[in-house]
Nanobody, 120 residues
Framework: QVQLVESGGGLVQPGGSLRLSCAAS????????MGWYRQAPGKQRVLVAT???????NYADSVKGRFTISRDNAESTVYLHMDSLKPEDTAVYYC??????????????WGQGTQVTVSS
């Protein structure tokens, strides 16, 4: 069974920084893309950033230049470094991984979510 365990959320003032981490574990054969999505209250879940196994990155326009996604393939971990945070970045952030296990074909998995609140 696959688990995606997120950490690093919390309360931060506008202009501050946070780093989110997400570690994948289980009988994983291959991890393809990993990424972060967020869902603000009353809104749909939207893409924040993704990164392929070869390091190709994609960002939502709203976070370009402020957020950086990276991954450690050896540790099956993806990170999201967030700078210059704004109140509109407040949301639950979800980790996503496109992966294959010894028992299942390639599919998406989701973490449980971590709250990020940007407020003074």
């Amino acid at each position: 069974q696959v688990q995606l365990v997120e950490s690093g959320g919390g309360l931060v003032q506008p202009g501050g920084s946070l780093r989110l981490s997400c570690a994948a574990s289980g009988s994983i054969v291959s991890i393809y893309a990993m990424g972060w999505y967020r869902q603000a209250p009353g809104k749909q879940r939207v893409l924040v950033a993704t990164i392929t196994s070869r390091g190709r990155r994609n960002y939502a326009d709203s976070v370009k230049g402020r957020f950086t996604i990276s991954r450690d393939n050896a540790e099956s971990t993806v990170y999201l470094h967030m700078d210059s945070l704004k109140p509109e970045d407040t949301a639950v952030y979800y980790c996503n991984a496109d992966l294959e296990t010894v028992a299942t074909i390639r599919r998406d998995y989701w973490g449980q979510g971590t709250q990020v609140t940007v407020s003074s």
